[in-house]
């Protein structure tokens, strides 16, 4: 079975209230010891997202970060492509602020996510 349409509902319904925001991942690629570089790969997830408040679960997942509450805002991310997903240390800009993802919680009952609540730090 897929949830398919079940992702495009959330994503229309985060469309309408939420933001769009778009997760970066860089990676360092083979060095070169002619050029004493190595490749930069960047790849990215652009979904929708609302901020949403904080559950014990996520105040339990701050104090094993060693965060604070008032520094990890949570966010509820839809991808805009079926199946993608941010994984920790990913980076995005949200309300005009750069922060790296240190937590993601998928929901992905046919093993492709529809969503995720992530946590994001400075």
Known sequence: MSYSDTHASALALLGKKGAAVTFTRTTQGSYNPETDAATITTSTVVGK???????SADREKYAGLGLTETEVPVLF?????????????DTCVWASTKYTT??????APDGNVIAARILVSR
């Open 49 to 55: 997202a609302v901020r949403v408040a904080a559950s």
């Open 77 to 89: 991310f839809a991808p805009t492509t079926y199946g993608d997903t941010p994984s920790v240390g």
């Open 102 to 107: 240190r937590d993601v919680e998928i929901i």
